[in-house]
């Protein structure tokens, strides 16, 4: 009778709770079918996150975020003549099983994850007419896609899964405070396009590789 009394005394908690943002900068481009020829697009990713811990290697994570994705088309060695590109940016909410280890001054994590995005802008950077490229005196049209210059976004909604790993270094009194520096891989699972057998892409998805520095500083729990 007394075992599980004595069991649960001798088990101290020790929950921790962490507010901190964090900004960078992405690498992008689109998983189309059929393939379309295309280079990586910088962009950038900022937001800000919460974090809870209270077992000793594993906590949770969530973030609210603005990021870019897309796309820039390559053109091999017409790629100095033309320029395309397509910026989406997005609201993020990626919530993470975060796993870390390490010393008490300096951890190595991982964050593991779904995210769910809205995409609140579409930007086109060109310098030809990207609508009617076949007008474009030496525009190399032939056996290469170009509906998905001009085509019209069907879905804003996006979702997938988030992978990231990185380190953390605590300072200050009481180490209350931490810097982070993360990379991060995205792999989207829904598409921009209608992707019906009828369709010109049967899928769209988005991915995207980001690096970050981050902030955080712990408003509950000892180191």
């Given amino acids: 009778m007394f075992l599980p009394g004595i069991a649960s005394a001798q088990r101290t908690y020790n929950p ?9 900068m992405t690498l992008s481009n689109m998983q189309f079918a059929p393939d379309v020829e295309q280079s990586m697009l910088n962009g950038k990713k900022f ?3 919460v974090r809870y811990a209270e077992e000793k ?5 969530g973030e609210l975020n603005i990021e870019q994705r897309g796309w820039k088309e390559n053109f091999d060695e017409d790629n100095d003549k033309f320029e395309y590109q397509r910026t989406l940016t997005y609201i993020t909410l990626p919530v993470m ?3 870390y280890f390490g010393s008490s001054r300096f951890k190595a994590y991982v964050n593991l994850g779904p995210s769910v995005s809205y995409m609140i802008g579409d930007k086109i950077k060109s310098n030809f007419d ?3 490229p076949e007008s474009v ?3 190399p049209y032939r056996y290469r896609q170009t509906e998905q210059m001009s085509m019209d976004i069907s879905s804003k909604f996006d979702y997938g899964i988030a992978a990231g790993a990185g380190i953390e270094l605590f300072v200050g009194k009481g180490r209350r405070h931490s810097f982070t520096l993360e990379g991060r891989y995205y792999y989207g699972l829904g598409s921009i ?3 019906h057998k009828s369709d010109t892409f049967s899928a769209s998805r988005g991915t995207s590789i980001a690096v970050t520095l981050g902030y955080w ?3 509950k729990g000892t180191p």
């Fill in 130 to 132: 990207y609508r009617d």
């Fill in 217 to 219: 500083f712990r408003i």
């Fill in 137 to 139: 005196e030496g525009f």
């Fill in 97 to 99: 099983t975060h796993i």
């Fill in 16 to 24: 921790k709770l962490w507010i901190g943002g964090d900004a960078g």
């Fill in 57 to 61: 290697l594993f906590g949770l994570l």
């Fill in 47 to 49: 937001g800000v996150r």
């Fill in 193 to 195: 396009f209608p992707s």
